[in-house]
């Protein structure tokens, strides 16, 4: 069974930095792309960052391009975002999600939010 | 980056269909053959319903179906049930970046 953990959210002022971490199971994580969607309280979807499975590829939404890092250790079967310079839109909660299906989000994980304020 | 164009809300009575429209641009919806679908309950992750236009994984009952004109998507969902509220999101690729569709609530009267 394919599980996504998702774990490291909180509070955090304007300005600050936060790492987010997927802990993966039940599937051959190193074949396969990730992904991190967000979704601000009470709004849609927003996708943030693509990974793909050696991490040769690797793409950012520009509302985040320059500030998040998206990561993966295939030995630790872990996907990470490390989040700098957070601004108060950046609030949400952060999923991750397989692209076991190309072009598709499969399995996503339960979520971790994320709030910067002051 | 500009979102996909959806309706904010869409109803039906059990037993009837409804579809969602899902509107984008040459360079996302009208440009790739990779549409995909999510449902959503509140308080709950999503889940993939639809992905490459039309292909359904597998567990999603065949009441879903989704379709493609132009730059223009489509999910229909048919034999409405109650447990088929929620709110649905469209989703595309884009070439470099993924887009998806300001949700649509779908309200089971």
């Known amino acids: 069974e394919v599980q996504l953990v998702e774990s490291g959210g909180g509070l955090v002022k304007p300005g600050g930095s936060l790492r987010l971490s997927c802990a993966a199971s039940?599937?051959?994580?190193?074949?396969?792309?990730m992904n991190w969607v967000r979704q601000a309280p009470g709004k849609g979807l927003e996708w943030v960052s693509s990974i793909s499975s050696s991490s040769s590829y690797i793409y950012y939404a520009d509302s985040v391009k320059g500030r998040f890092t998206i990561s993966r250790d295939n030995a630790k079967n872990s996907l990470y975002l490390q989040m700098n310079s957070l601004r108060a839109e950046d609030t949400a909660v952060y999923y991750c999600?397989?692209?076991?299906?190309?072009?598709?989000?499969?399995?996503w994980g339960q979520g971790t939010l994320v709030t910067v304020s002051s | 980056q500009s979102a996909l164009t959806q309706p904010r809300s869409v109803s039906g009575s059990p037993g009837q269909s409804v579809t969602i429209s899902c509107t984008g641009t040459s360079s996302d919806v009208g440009g790739y053959n990779y549409v995909s679908w999510y449902q959503q309950h509140p308080g709950k992750a999503p889940k993939l319903m639809i992905y490459?236009?039309?292909k359904r994984p597998s567990g999603v009952p065949d009441r879903f179906s989704g379709s493609k004109s132009g730059n223009t998507a489509s999910l229909t969902i048919s034999g409405l049930q109650a447990e088929d509220e929620a709110d649905y999101y469209c989703c595309s690729y884009a070439g470099s970046y993924v887009v998806f569709g300001g949700g649509t609530k779908l309200t089971v009267l």
């Open positions: 999600a397989t692209g076991m299906t190309a072009m598709a989000f499969d399995y």
């Open positions: 039940g599937f051959t994580f190193s074949s396969y792309s």
């Open positions: 490459d236009v039309s």
